[in-house]
Each structure stands twice: as C-alpha cells, then as structure tokens.
C-alpha cells in the first residue's frame, strides 16, 4: 500500500505496510481500485453529458458514496470494498451500453485502462490495485497535484452527499467532479493541474453553500445554544459523524421509547438546530473529538451509530464492540451496518434501538454545558455589536481556528496557544479542532463569547460568509485586510476542500497545522506558499508574536 492522504500519515512521509488510522493493506489498495474504476464510469458519464444525454439520477449518489467510502478513518470493511468494485463494473456495463444504443463512441486509445479493465477474482482486484495506485504517477509535482485535487473531489463529494440525502443537488457540482476524475487519467501540465485545483475550490464553496442551504432550510438555522454535558438516567444510543438526516431519523423513531440520545465528536452542532430541539429525549453531548472514543464509548455504556467517517478500529480487549452500528459510507468489519433509506422514506433503526433498551445508562464523565451555535446567520445578527467592539478596540483580532482534531501529541499546541491569546481576540472555529479549547473558561468580550463555534467542518463556510460581511461592514476592498489570522488544523480530506475553498474566495496567509500535507511535493508547496502565503506553525510563542504583529 502506499496512503498519504491524512495529516497522520508515517513519518509524515506515508503509510506502507499499514495506515496509522488502522486501515490494512488490502483495504487501501481496494480504495485505490475502486478509484480508478470511478474515474473510467467518468468518462462516459462526461461523454454522456457532453452529448445530451442524462445521466442517471443512481449514478451521481453511486460516485459520491463511492468517494466517500475512501475518506480517512470511514470505511475499513474488505468486503464492502470488494462488492462495491464489482458494482462498479456493473455499473460502468449499463453507462457503455446506454453510449453503444444512442452509437456514441469512447476513445479507448489513452492509456489509463478505467474503462476497460475487467476482473472476476478478489486475487485479480489484489493484483491490478498495486499497478494503480497513487505511485501509479512518476512525476512527484504531478503525483503531488493529481492527488491534491483527488483529495479536495473526496471532502467535496461528503459534503454533497450530505445535501443530496436531504433533497439539494446541483448537476453542476456532479460534472465538475467526473470532469475532475477524468482529467486525473490525461496527460494535463502542472499548470493545467494547479488551475483545476484552484477551481475545485470554488466549486468546494459552492457544494458548502448548497449544504448549508439544505440544513438551515430543513432544520432552521442554527440558534447559540447551551448544551448539555452531563447524562440521564436513561439508557442511550450516541450518534457520530456529520449526517443530520441521519439524526433526523432516529430522534423520530426514538421518540416515546424511554431511550435518550445524544451527540458525539462532529454531531454536537445538531444541538443547535431549531427543529431537533422540540425533541425532550435529545439530551446532550457526551465525550470529545473521534480520537478519544475508546476510552468514552466504553463508558458511555449505550449503543453507538457512526453516520460517516471517524471510526477508529476498536482495541481487542474493548467491550463496546457489539454495541457499535455504523451507517452510509462507515463500516468497519465485525460492526452491524443499516441499510440506506429507500428513497422517499427514513432508514429503519429498529434494530439498534432495541439494542439499547437493553443497556444500561451512560456513565458520566464530566458535567457542565458547551456554548455553540454561532453560524453566519447568528453572528451577521450580531454584527452590530461585533463591529461596534472592533471600532471601540474591545476586540482587536479574530482567529479562525477552524478544522481537525487528531491524536498526535503536537496538537497540544492549539490549546496552548488559544490559553495564551490575549483577553481582546475572538476565536472562530468549526469542525472538531475546537474541542482543544471549547471547554477552556476564555469568558466573552462584552458578552460576545470568546470561543465562537459555528457548527461542523463544513460550517467553515460561515466563517468565510461572517469574513466576507465584515469585509461589506467596513468597506475594505480585500478580505485579508480584515483583521482575521487563520491558524488551522487539518486531518483528512474534508479540511482539504476547506483549504480549497477559502484560496478560492482570496484568503492569504493561512497557516497549517501540526504538519503540512505529505502529499504536497515541495515544488508544489512553493507555488502554495508563494501565490498565497501557505505557511506551517512552529511554537505557540514564536507564532503569537507573527500573528499579533
């Protein structure tokens, strides 16, 4: 295997014999394949529409569910890779039939085989992932560039999947993908790369647009709100990940039941929705960011759903592994997985929520409430006061310390560095880096709490809504002309299109942490660093004193 697409690859260099999120070597080599065949059913899908032809409302959900079935810590099931290879070939069958009927031919002379190659063993799928995997490319900037736009397409396609599970498509969105697939297997320049890059980016921000149009319109939008972190006395059933159609289902069928539910990791933002809010036995938020789930869903006692990404393989001597469901793109070998809703009706969680009501309730371990809910609808309301607290000099700098949380021990560094911030700066933040310091008593700024959390790592498109009306507010002509600093933490591929997106609307400056991507060749970091001042951390001392300059 050869897997460097997470912030914790080896050695910050990548994972060879096996991933450090736990992935085995078959299984990264599976995703590899199954890569490869989304970008051959690309290119007829691009043929198709370059030809008038509609594609198959199955087709998009296919490649968005395939992509994120590849994203860091998501899927680690051998067997749900080996069946979705084989419904790929199914499925790149029907799309060349449907081409051959209307007598619209392929080119089958490049030379990437993804539309043609064809296996009837797992022994040959085994074979033909070590010829087509990221190492495939020769040229380091164009191995660097290939897989950086892979990367930003995989963040794109959760996040789209997502709005389409609540009813929001865009085809637009669904093209630029397949395009951007296809492109990957053409002989395109760095130049050429580096532009496509740039405008996944922009179509990073369009894709969390349409998310966050299809949250606030379903569920309201996002209110500040006190959650909860202490326990009931009621058995319970803990949701992770980021599917709120997902939560939307099983706050419904777990109404009445005498089972209380609440959120963990990148799920705690569902609090802040007005629609989940009628909900009496939506209790709270147990625990903290995905890493530390061994250790709380031992004791949290219940049933636990994964709805995406963020599973971290359970260690052998753990008692909750019978009590663990995942759902959609998740799964893990051993864990009982739901079904997906047929389309107009709710998934069935009739099974897990038996399982409950026979657990006993959580055990608690910590008490208190979290503070949250700051979207841009939120703070644009709040304007007023935000921008009368900067002209008064109440509140000299806001950081974005949006993004990731992760295990390693450098990560330390941004609790350390939001403790040391001077009492007149504000912390934005979105994704699961904010439980660093979430939970830190930094108090408020003339009741504007310090620690502004918008939501989940897709909310990071409030952020750069909340920049770009302060930008209006004070009539600056450049959005880095605001006094913002962006200090962000990434882990895998959905902070990736985060990155995208903010290049994309102009943003300079930003720094990376703990480390910056393996994945970027050092010329491509250059062009990064030099067109839009992409730059690492170092201590949190030395970097207070860049920042606050």
């Given at each position: 295997m050869f897997c460097y697409q997470c912030q914790e690859t080896a050695q910050n260099k990548g994972c060879t014999i096996k991933g450090v999120c736990g992935k085995t070597a078959d299984v990264a080599n599976l995703q590899d394949l199954v890569i490869f065949l989304l970008k051959g059913i690309s290119r007829f899908t691009v043929k198709m529409r370059e030809s008038g032809v509609k594609v198959p409302e199955k087709v998009n959900r296919f490649i968005l569910e395939s992509m994120f079935m590849t994203i860091t810590n998501g899927n680690f099931d051998k067997e749900r890779f080996i069946t979705r290879v084989r419904e790929c070939f199914k499925l790149r069958d029907e799309l060349a039939s449907v081409l051959n009927e209307k007598g619209i031919s392929i080119c089958q002379c490049e030379k990437c085989d993804c539309t043609t190659w064809y296996c009837d063993t797992v022994e040959e799928m085994e074979e033909k992932a070590l010829s087509i995997g990221v190492l495939a490319t020769d040229n380091e900037d164009i191995r660097s560039l290939r897989e950086l736009l892979i990367y930003g397409l995989k963040g794109m396609c959760a996040y789209a999947e997502h709005a389409m599970n609540l009813g929001y498509e865009d085809d637009d969105i669904y093209a630029f993908i397949e395009n951007a697939l296809v492109a990957t297997t053409k002989d395109l320049s760095a130049e050429q790369l580096v532009a496509l890059v740039l405008r996944c980016g922009e179509y990073g921000v369009k894709t969390m647009a349409l998310l966050d149009k299809a949250n606030t319109e379903s569920y309201g939008n996002p209110e500040v709100t006190k959650v909860n972190l202490g326990v009931g006395s009621n058995p319970g059933i803990l949701i992770s990940g980021h599917d709120l159609r997902d939560m939307e289902d099983l706050l419904k069928q777990t109404e009445g039941t005498g089972i209380d539910i609440y959120t963990h990791s990148e799920m705690l933002p569902a609090h802040y929705y007005p629609a989940f809010k009628k909900y009496k036995h939506f209790v709270g938020n147990y625990g903290n960011a995905w890493w530390k789930q061994a250790e709380e869903f031992e004791s949290f006692n219940g049933v636990i759903l994964f709805t995406t990404n963020c599973i971290v393989?359970?260690?052998?001597?753990?008692?909750?592994?019978?009590?663990?469901?995942?759902?959609?793109?998740?799964?893990?070998?051993?864990?009982?997985?739901?079904?997906?809703?047929?389309?107009?009706?709710?998934?069935?969680?009739?099974?897990?929520?038996?399982?409950?009501?026979?657990?006993?309730?959580?055990?608690?371990?910590?008490?208190?409430?979290?503070?949250?809910?700051?979207?841009?609808?939120?703070?644009?309301?709040?304007?007023?006061?935000?921008?009368?607290?900067v002209k008064s000099g109440a509140i000299k700098k806001f950081f974005v310390m949006a993004g990731c949380d992760g295990r390693m021990k450098s990560r330390d560094y941004y609790t350390q560095f939001a403790e040391k911030l001077p009492k007149d700066t504000i912390i934005l933040t979105a994704g699961c880096a904010k439980y660093r310091y979430n939970k830190l008593p930094l108090g408020d700024i003339g009741g504007i709490p310090r620690v502004l959390d918008a939501g989940q790592c897709n909310d990071s498109y409030s952020l750069a809504v909340i920049a770009m009306k302060l930008k209006e507010i004070f009539g600056l002509n450049d959005i880095n002309e605001l006094p913002i600093a962006y200090n962000i933490a990434w882990y895998e591929q959905k902070a990736v299109i985060v990155l995208l997106a903010l290049l994309s609307l102009g943003v300079k400056n930003i720094h990376l942490g703990p480390t910056l991507p393996a994945f970027l060749s050092p010329n491509v970091a250059n062009v990064l660093i030099e067109k839009f001042g992409i730059a690492g951390i170092k201590d949190v001392d030395s970097d207070l004193e860049m920042f606050l300059k």
């Open positions: 393989p359970p260690r052998k001597d753990s008692t909750y592994f019978d009590r663990v469901y995942t759902t959609g793109a998740a799964g893990f070998e051993g864990f009982k997985h739901i079904p997906d809703r047929k389309k107009g009706e709710a998934k069935d969680f009739s099974s897990l929520i038996e399982h409950a009501k026979r657990c006993a309730p959580p055990t608690e371990i910590e008490t208190g409430e979290i503070t949250g809910g700051f979207a841009h609808s939120q703070v644009v309301a709040l304007a007023d006061k935000v921008v009368d607290a």
